[in-house]
């Protein structure tokens, strides 16, 4: 990336379209970022800018989109926290190079992992996005720099039912990459294979 593809700027807050879909995290609520609104206020502003692109002829001509001109990529608590403050305007690093759905997620993806501590289903969820663009375990471990057993572990847990998502996420301990049990028989890769998984899963429950 060069440096032409970005520009800091200090844009206005009712520019930029937010969409609580396309944020990893899902949906962030003033309550969840009221500690870091007070930190901002303390320090009159931000340390890390919020990442945005530009919204392109096609999108402005959505109604949706008509009001914005701007689309967030990275920084919905950032970008809250200064709601909650009634401030007008934030610090922004404008991306000319995310053009692409996947390219802005990728990179929305990447700093909430670097940020957050997720519990490894909440990680699962994460990529599940990426997962229905049909991005490979490779390939998403190649973007987010992470190992394709990683990868591999949470795309396994996408498809096994919830009930049992939220068991196996039981099954971790605090390294989140140790399993009570082996990897091959927490995550089946079959349909028989999982169907398989379930049913003793289920039977090891009701001894």
């Given at each position: 990336?060069?440096?032409?593809d970005?520009?800091?700027?200090?844009?206005?807050?009712?520019?930029?379209?937010?969409?609580?879909?396309?944020?990893?995290?899902?949906?962030?609520?003033?309550?969840?970022?009221?500690?870091?609104?007070?930190?901002?206020?303390?320090?009159?502003?931000?340390?890390?800018?919020?990442?945005?692109?530009?919204?392109?002829?096609?999108?402005k001509?959505?109604?949706?989109?008509?009001a914005?001109?701007?689309?967030?990529?990275?920084g919905?608590r950032?970008?809250?926290?200064?709601?909650?403050?009634?401030?007008?305007?934030?610090?922004?690093?404008?991306?000319?190079?995310?053009r692409s759905?996947?390219?802005?997620?990728?990179?929305?993806?990447?700093?909430?992992?670097?940020?957050?501590?997720?519990?490894?289903?909440?990680e699962?969820?994460?990529l599940?996005?990426?997962?229905?663009?049909?991005?490979?375990?490779?390939?998403?471990?190649?973007?987010?720099?992470?190992?394709?057993g990683?990868?591999?572990?949470?795309?396994?847990?996408?498809?096994?039912?919830?009930?049992?998502?939220?068991?196996?996420e039981?099954?971790?301990d605090d390294?989140?990459?140790?399993m009570?049990?082996?990897?091959?028989?927490?995550?089946?890769?079959?349909?028989?294979?999982?169907?398989?998984?379930?049913k003793?899963?289920?039977?090891?429950?009701?001894?």
């Amino acid at each position: 990336m060069s440096e032409q593809d970005k520009t800091l700027e200090s844009i206005t807050i009712s520019e930029i379209y937010a969409s609580e879909k396309f944020n990893s995290r899902g949906k962030i609520r003033p309550i969840d970022v009221s500690e870091l609104a007070a930190d901002i206020e303390k320090r009159g502003g931000l340390i890390q800018p919020v990442v945005v692109r530009l919204l392109n002829e096609n999108e402005k001509a959505d109604p949706d989109f008509a009001a914005f001109k701007y689309f967030l990529v990275a920084g919905f608590r950032r970008r809250m926290a200064h709601v909650v403050l009634q401030w007008d305007r934030i610090d922004a690093i404008v991306r000319g190079d995310l053009r692409s759905a996947e390219d802005c997620y990728i990179f929305n993806l990447s700093e909430n992992l670097q940020r957050a501590n997720l519990s490894v289903l909440q990680e699962a969820k994460a990529l599940k996005k990426l997962k229905d663009l049909g991005i490979t375990e490779t390939g998403a471990a190649e973007q987010l720099n992470k190992s394709r057993g990683w990868v591999q572990i949470r795309y396994m847990l996408l498809d096994l039912p919830e009930d049992i998502q939220e068991e196996v996420e039981a099954g971790y301990d605090d390294e989140k990459e140790e399993m009570t049990e082996s990897v091959n028989f927490m995550f089946p890769e079959t349909d028989a294979e999982k169907a398989d998984w379930a049913k003793s899963y289920e039977e090891m429950k009701d001894k």
